[in-house]
């Protein structure tokens, strides 16, 4: 059931509006402040909108296919109406002076921004515990994590504030949240939608995608972000269209390594029951080994961090954003401005992507791992050769306690295993709601397919349903 | 002071990195005006020229084809993929604390530039490669702060990196100056070089002649004239010449070029060097060109210096002269299309009329395509046919340089053609050796000193004030005698 399709029916025909849609929208998200799920509300330009639109649905204006539509966006995208922060105090004062791209595209459709969803800062994590603003709580249980980086947009779907959520996803930011929350999480094919507008954190990973709390509506979303921007030389032609059918019979790899020991039994359970539930749709479901993903991490957390060190350099307090007072050399107004503006994560990647990429480290670290990378690239060629769809948890675990792995950054990357592959390889990768564990934190399966079938991963999910 | 013997020991070896800022519309990677001359600071920055946050490059076709017609001038070969890289440093001028250069896969192959010398030899210089990137905003230090410009930030570069092959202060100045020339004729710079258009880095290093391993190398870096190139390699070479002398060590460093005191000074050596940490632009596919595209942007190339110099060898110019036309590239093309029309003559007096306006009055802006080419060959006519003589002629091409009149008509106006009137001058003639004054030099004439003809020529002259041919009363002296 599309909860967006409802919203702009009912405001299209009068019986609601755009104002009540957006008040309303914004009284949950004040009800459930002690998540932490928003960072900023844009009330006043949110309700400006709101009458807009309504007077152009009284006048018989086209006012779009998202008109009156409510959503919120993670804090590193670039939009009006409220300080872009990045979770960070580096741009905790950081008023965008245009909008990000896919923002724009939503707002042409009448949706209507009302806030900013908070991440781990600068978008460096997997629980929204790096944010400089405090953690979001998870939507099923308030003493763990929300997940991350996209938490904010996750748990924001998750509670209904409102119907959609944009988030980014550069080795699982848009689908472990999802996943930890119990909302379907898209990240969509390399250069599917522009990022121009959201602060960078890796060039070669970073896609846009949305949260949603149906299939219709993430298509619905995705249909409209989607598409070639002249400002994104990556971007891909529109390739997404919606599809009613998915093909039938199709033959879906589970991945054997991501169904180990290391994954955690009740969520391995329920992967296999999404994969009987598949088969009972008349699909396939065989198992394949891909024995290279075991090293997609380490790829990951060098490729990543290189990214990381040269696009956080641009923030060095001379222009905008943090700056360092009483800065007596301008050594010292970099290295103040820099040590306070980010977080320790932030500084941990700074740190190992200066270092991968220094004079002598450079073809031992950087330039293996994108060797590496190439081998994976081609592992998933291969299989997608045999299969149409590849299926594995989105991760090892279910949410984690809030704390439990704060203190140990590795055991932190380890629960991205299952999502920097498809991240590293450009690949489309949903996070579709497969069920509960027994203390009813959600469990959430990924489904990975070849470049830009995006649009048929999302109709076969839907042919299954999501929980 | 090093003795020229103790010099003539050495040999220096120069490498030389250009860089060229590309006459295009728009930045590198923005739609920000790229003409940052006379602009308020910070006037011509777009949002990504400033590095905000979420900003993404979009590469300039326009530069592209550029770099393009830069290859050709270089006479090297387009790579059919290139792409970008980041170099990172952190400094105020450098907003996203990278510049965005070509580091592995430039765009420009290994070439070569034969640079003409003053002697009429040449020295040629392999080109190692060139590649596109962007340039850096400026600081200025003011009462103790420094003010950030980045109206310059994003202008697009190609860095011409050329190999060792220079061994001298004028080869270096030869290589500078015809890299200019290149530059402009091809369009892809506009050669301000005042505005910094051009800018030199000069890599020098000094060994004993004959030494199998080159000497440690100083980079004086940022020189944006010909002359500083020569006078910065002459200061270098004698400074590490006197060193080793000395029996001290050169230090890899790089230097600056003070032009008021004509000296290189020490700005940062090896041990300061910075570790730029390169690494691919993710943000920016790869440029693909095809053979055809390539093809078809160097077709539109206009002819080169070494197209004229080939074609004026038939106008019988020293090299000098040619050098000093080609300085100016409407100047060449007029030369050569009046050669191809009005054929040698016209254009070989046409081209020492504009480089005797240039010595004389005109310092700058020579050249007026308000003259039709007519013009021209009705001068050279004039002067072909003892219509004017040589001096008033050049009285009347300047004039024409400032009012553009048919040079008859100024001729006219000014009393400058000359009587080829027989019977006119003859008279003038006969009053002249009727004059006691003239005794002496008819005597000599006739006891066979030729030269005293002069004399008597000369008084003709004056009594017609100027105008005489000068041929023709001589004629007429001779007849009478």
Redesign the interface.
Known sequence: MSKIVEIVGAVGSGSSTARQQVEAAIERAKTTKDYNALLSLSENRALERADAIDKKIKRGEDAGQLAGVPFVVKD???AYGAP?T?ASKM?QN?Q???Q?TAVERLEDEGAICIGKANLDAFAHGGSTENSAFGPTKNAADTTKVAGGSSGGSAVAVALDIVPFALGTDTGGSIRQPASFNGVVGVKPTYGAVS??????M???TDTIGCLTNTIEDAELVMDIISGRD?????TLPDFFTPVVAPKPAQKIGLIKESMGSATDPEVRARILEYAETLKAAGHIVEEVSMPILEHAVAMYYVIVP??V??N?????G???GHRATNAAT?AEL?GRTRDEGFVTENKRRIMIG?YV???GY?DAY?QQAQKARTLLIDAYTILFDSYDVLLTPVAPMPAFGIGEKAEDPVQMYLTDLMTVGPSLAGLPAMSIPAGHTDAGLPVGAQLVGPARSDAALLALAKTIGDK | MVADEVLDKYEMTIGIECHVQLATATKLFSSADNDARDKAPNSVVSAIDYGLPGMLPVLNRQAVDLAIKAAKALNAKVAKVSRFDRKHYFYPDLPKGYQTTQMYEPIILAGYVDAPLEDGSSVHVRVHHAHMEEDAGKLTHFDGYSLVDLNRAGTPLIEIVSEPDIHSALEAKAYATELYHLMTYAGVTHGDLYHGNMRFDVNISVALRGAEKLGTRAEVKNLNSFKSVEKAAEYEFRRQVALLEKGEKVVQETRGWDDVRQVTTSQRSKEDAQDYRYMPDADIPPIVLTDEEIANIQATVPALPSFYRESWKALGLDATVVNALLASRPLSELIQRLFEKNGESVARRTALWYLASVSSEHEENIFDDKIPDSHYAELTAMVDNAELSSTAAKEVFFAMLKTQHPPRSIAEEKNLLQVSDESAIAAIVDEVLADPASAKSLEDIRAGKDKAIGYLVGQIMKKSQGKANPALAQKLIKERL
């Open positions: 590193n995208f670039l872009t990045a741009l950081f965008a002076p245009l990000a990022r121009y507008g959201v602060v960078a890796a060039s070669s002249i400002n994104d030389m990556t290189a990214e060190s040269s956080l350099a641009r923030y060095d001379v222009r905008y301008l970099y200066s990429l220094s004079s450079f950087y």
